[in-house]
């Protein structure tokens, strides 16, 4: 059984070439490619499930957020003896080439994210080299911290704090648990930039 699948744009809102390519079923998304769900792509996976299937889509970039997903999907199919026909670039994995085509892609996305993972290394590599260590840049900088602390255990008049943990987080433009955060620190001596 052919079943065809498309995502929709405002440039290509008719996808006449898969009831022209003979497909039983369509399904039809509209939502954006980047978007994880995408409720017409379950459905014709889940119609497209037996040896022989066919899932027939007009162009590749309309059925995969990216390469890697394409690569799962591909893994998918093929697990279950569906094959993948793209019309407009004239693949279809039922053929050995189509199969080749798929493999070729799997290994470039292997590679794309060794790259990956090894320009990461060496960014981190070059930013500890730097005196970085990564990790995001603290709220509040250790004379900050101090303020806050002091502002925290000041006492009024009448015995009372003089200063909510609210109002030292609104002073300082964070959140009350980064306050409550450094409270329960123990405190340090100010540290001297040299």
Do not use: W
């Amino acid at each position: 059984m052919r079943i065809g699948y498309g995502r929709v744009s405002t440039r290509d809102q008719h996808p006449d070439a898969l009831t022209a390519a003979g497909c039983e079923h369509i399904f039809i998304d509209t939502a954006s490619g980047k978007l994880a769900r995408r409720p017409e792509l379950d459905k014709a996976l889940l119609s497209a499930n037996r040896p022989g299937d066919q899932l027939v889509v007009t162009k590749l970039d309309r059925l995969g957020r990216s390469l890697e997903h394409l690569i799962d999907l591909s893994g998918q199919l093929q697990a279950r003896g569906v094959d993948l026909v793209v019309l407009d670039q004239g693949i279809d994995t039922s053929t050995a080439v189509g199969r080749m085509f798929f493999q070729i892609l799997g290994a470039i996305a292997e590679f794309e994210h060794a790259l990956m993972s090894e320009r990461t290394m060496d960014g981190l590599a070059a930013a500890r080299a730097r005196g970085r260590t990564g990790g995001q840049r603290p709220k509040l900088g250790p004379r900050q911290v101090q303020l806050a602390r002091a502002m925290y255990e000041e006492v009024g008049a009448d015995g009372k704090r003089a200063y909510t943990v609210a109002q030292i987080a609104a002073e300082f433009g964070v959140t009350r648990p980064t306050i409550y955060r450094h409270l329960a620190k123990p405190s340090a001596p100010p540290s001297r930039r040299q």
